[in-house]
Nanobody
Framework: QVQLVESGGGLVQAGGSLRLSCAAS????????AGWFRQAPGQEREFVAC????????YYADTVKGRFTISRDNAKSTVYLQMNSLKPEDTAVYYC???????????????????WGQGTQVTVVS
């Protein structure tokens, strides 16, 4: 399995930007789907975005499409989430996750990801 560590969270005003990073260690290959999920207080964890290995196909939740961009640098074993035009409703703990074997049908399902980071807090104030 791969170990994941997130960074880059913080406090930002509405309309601002943050870039989250997820550094992977352990396995040296990058043949995994990397995803970002978030969980707000009292709410269930929800899918935010993911990126496949190889061609780097991206998927986004409708709530962040056009504002967030996921990318990966395999040479640095790091996945990024660039978040622009942040809204108070984006406030949550953001988690990075990885899955080596996942179907397209399950790619937005947190249960399909086997490795998780510890999370990083993002707080957006109006």
């Amino acid at each position: 399995q791969v170990q994941l560590v997130e960074s880059g969270g913080g406090l930002v005003q509405a309309g601002g930007s943050l870039r989250l990073s997820c550094a992977a260690s352990g396995r040296t290959d990058s043949d995994y789907v990397a995803g970002w999920f978030r969980q707000a207080p009292g709410q269930e964890r929800e899918f935010v975005a993911c990126i496949t290995s190889g061609p780097g196909i991206t998927y986004y939740a409708d709530t962040v499409k056009g504002r967030f961009t996921i990318s990966r640098d395999n040479a640095k074993s790091t996945v990024y989430l660039q978040m622009n035009s942040l809204k108070p409703e984006d406030t949550a703990v953001y988690y990075c996750a990885a899955a080596y074997f996942i179907s397209r049908a399950d790619i937005r399902q947190g249960s399909a990801y086997k490795s998780w980071g510890q999370g990083t807090q993002v707080t957006v104030v109006s």
